[in-house]
């Protein structure tokens, strides 16, 4: 990695937030252990939970951090909490199998306006299957497979906005709906890559007051007259894309892989859980640990001159 154009501002502050990374209370904090015990019924039949939704969502976050399995996860939480002397018991390893199946988690900051850029991309979880080793070695089997993390991003503040998990045959554009009609926040850009660049994407977008920045395809024609995608396709034609994207700030897109690789690099690229739901709780309790990161403390660099 080459050394950074820009200096950085805040080294101290940010350097205090990556050593309370791996601070115990700031995982397991007071909201969790106050809320730990399940205290309303769940309005089916058979008995209550004995643990809430937010001690299971703690779970499986520190779960994620720490790289645990189920049973190591059951035994490092008790002993937290004997460590810090609170009369508490971590949820069995079968428990949080079973209710990270349903468990909602709870990721998203509580709302603040509008939201002035939204990146968006995806990327894949590897549920089983050889190691890049293995694979660069002696070529991959078929018994591979893979989940699909899509992720919005504020490009103001890094945080994810809105998460989605599915399978590896659907389409991006596909998913986009699901991402960005759940948000009761006004948002004026979104970014994408091609793969977004299709007529139900763009409807969608200018139906919710958005600004689109998708690069057509190499061989896309003009739609209907007055379509803002457009401006787009003759940049495209006359050889003048890179200074659309320059003109749109399409570079900002790059933080949505740029959080793609903040959640590899914290969580895990592999999902460990076998059955499908359990790994959605999984891989969106890794996008909340994320988020909480980047509220504990980001890097600021000197603007260039």
Known sequence: MGKAKRKMTNWSQYNKALINRGSLTFWIDEHAISSWCCSEHHGRRGRGYIYSDVAIETALVVKGVFNLSLRALEGFTTSVFQLMD???TSPSYSC??????????????????????????????????????????????????????????????????????TLVNVADNEVLPTLIKPLRRQIKQVSADGAYDTKACHKLLQRKGCKPTIPPRSSAG????????????????????????????????????????????????KLSLRDYNAQVGEALAGVKAMNKVIRLGMPVRKQAA
């Open 86 to 88: 609170v009369p508490l």
């Open 222 to 269: 003009f739609w209907e007259d007055g379509h803002p995608r457009n401006e787009a396709v003759r940049a495209l034609k006359n050889n003048e894309l890179a200074q659309w994207k320059k003109e749109n700030d399409y570079h900002l897109r790059s933080l949505s892989e740029t959080a793609m690789y903040r959640y590899k690099q914290l969580i895990s690229p």
């Open 96 to 165: 949080i199998s079973k209710r990270a199946k349903t468990v909602n988690i709870k990721y998203r900051s509580p709302s603040r306006g509008s939201v002035a850029h939204v990146v968006i991309d995806s990327t894949g979880l590897k549920v089983y299957g050889e190691g890049e080793w293995k694979t660069r070695k002696h070529g991959k089997e078929k018994r591979r497979t893979w989940r699909k993390l899509h992720l919005a991003v504020d490009a103001n503040t890094h945080e994810v906005v809105a998460a989605e998990v």
